[in-house]
């Protein structure tokens, strides 16, 4: 079946940075934007940015400029590199596929979900 596996997390002091990586396998990247999500204890799955097969990417208003989201298609991986750590930054971080069309930056676009990876920003 499809899977999706994050890796990359870890505990990082505040102003620091992370990069995590998302491969896909028994996945066609072509055909499914990539997203990434984040959820904190206690709150509701949030939408972090995507990026589509041709590398357009969509990110939250409210992380523009931190985060940045590439990808390599040969190795059916995508990134997301985070820059200028906070500690409300402290999440598990999830990375997802679905279809094209639909609403990119809601959970319910998609249909697959990696299992998570966990993020921690000391201060």
């Known amino acids: 079946q499809v899977q999706l596996v994050e890796s990359g997390g870890g505990l990082v002091q505040a102003g620091g940075s992370l990069r995590l990586s998302c491969t896909a396998s028994?996945?066609?990247?072509?055909?499914?934007?990539m997203g990434w999500f984040r959820q904190a204890p206690g709150k509701e799955r949030e939408f972090v940015g995507a990026i589509t097969w041709s590398g357009s990417t969509y990110y939250s208003d409210s992380l523009k400029g931190r985060f940045t989201i590439s990808r390599n298609n040969a190795k059916n991986t995508v990134y997301l590199q985070m820059n200028s750590l906070k500690p409300e930054d402290t999440a598990v971080y999830y990375c997802?596929?679905?279809?094209?069309?639909?609403?990119?930056?809601?959970?319910?676009?998609?249909?697959?979900w990696g299992q998570g990876t966990q993020v921690t920003v000391s201060s």
């Open positions: 997802a596929a679905g279809p094209y069309g639909g609403t990119y930056d809601s959970t319910s676009n998609y249909n697959y």
């Open positions: 028994r996945l066609t990247l072509s055909s499914s934007i």
